[in-house]
T-cell receptor
Framework: QQQVKQSPQSLIVQKGGISIINCAYENTAFDYFPWYQQFPGKGPALLIAIRPDVSEKKEGRFTISFNKSAKQFSLHIMDSQPGDSATYFCAASRDQGGKLIFGQGTELSVKP | DGGITQSPKYLFRKEGQNVTLSCEQNLNHDAMYWYRQDPGQGLRLIYYSQIVNDFQKGDIAEGYSVSREKKESFPLTVTSAQKNPTAFYLC????????????FGPGTRLTVL
């Protein structure tokens, strides 16, 4: 019930294409769903986050789609760029933050 | 310049030795966290602390210990009881309650020789 399952494990996209990463969860008590971006040898940094009272949140080229009934959420990166090449982690938590449960990560490579 | 610092960046340890990883934050956050990162397994929570002088075990606390004597500092000790300590260790902090965003440090890569 505490797991967050993330797919795919790795993703290769051409420059200008759309990158899509999916996550699924079981615990209906989760109420905060962030996405983190991590470059090699660095700590993760928050990219975008959503709460379950909305179905979509967009910030620039990054969009979270949230499906509460299916207990799934996804990250869409529009017009993907080589600089977006990184590892992306979804996560979930209760009580609007605090202890985060992370997905396994997706290594994105954007080819020029 | 606010943020989280971790030291050292690289650490080598012989089997059977305890080692302490440093984490300091100047964000005035109440909560601090330690994660372990292994390839293909995401980030797993080792310990977390919501206030000074109090901390809770995360999902993989065995073989690790922490202290929280100051709000700014949350050191992690990897003991000889940890069977497979080679990993990338990340420290984070957030406000508490309603923590929202966690801010991560640059990490310490520990290698057991």
């Amino acid at each position: 019930q505490q797991q967050v399952k993330q797919s795919p494990q790795s993703l290769i996209v051409q420059k200008g294409g759309i990158s899509i990463i999916n996550c699924a969860y079981e615990n209906t008590a989760f109420d905060y769903f962030p996405w983190y971006q991590q470059f090699p040898g660095k700590g993760p940094a928050l990219l975008i986050a959503i709460r379950p009272d909305v179905s979509e949140k967009k910030e620039g080229r990054f969009t979270i789609s949230f499906n509460k009934s299916a207990k799934q959420f996804s990250l869409h990166i529009m017009d993907s760029q080589p600089g977006d090449s990184a590892t992306y982690f979804c996560a979930a938590s209760r009580d609007q933050g605090g202890k985060l449960i992370f997905g396994q990560g997706t290594e994105l490579s954007v080819k020029p | 310049d606010g943020g989280i610092t971790q030291s050292p960046k690289y650490l080598f340890r012989k089997e059977g030795q305890n080692v302490t990883l440093s984490c300091e934050q100047n964000l005035n956050h109440d909560a601090m966290y330690w994660y372990r990162q292994d390839p293909g397994q995401g980030l797993r929570l080792i310990y977390y602390s919501q206030i000074v002088n109090d901390f809770q075990k995360g999902d993989i606390a065995e073989g690790y210990s922490v202290s929280r004597e100051k709000k700014e500092s949350f050191p992690l000790t990897v003991t000889s009881a940890q069977k497979n300590p080679t990993a990338f260790y990340l420290c984070a902090s957030s406000i508490w309650p309603n923590g929202g965003e966690q801010f991560f440090g640059p990490g310490t890569r520990l290698t057991v020789l």
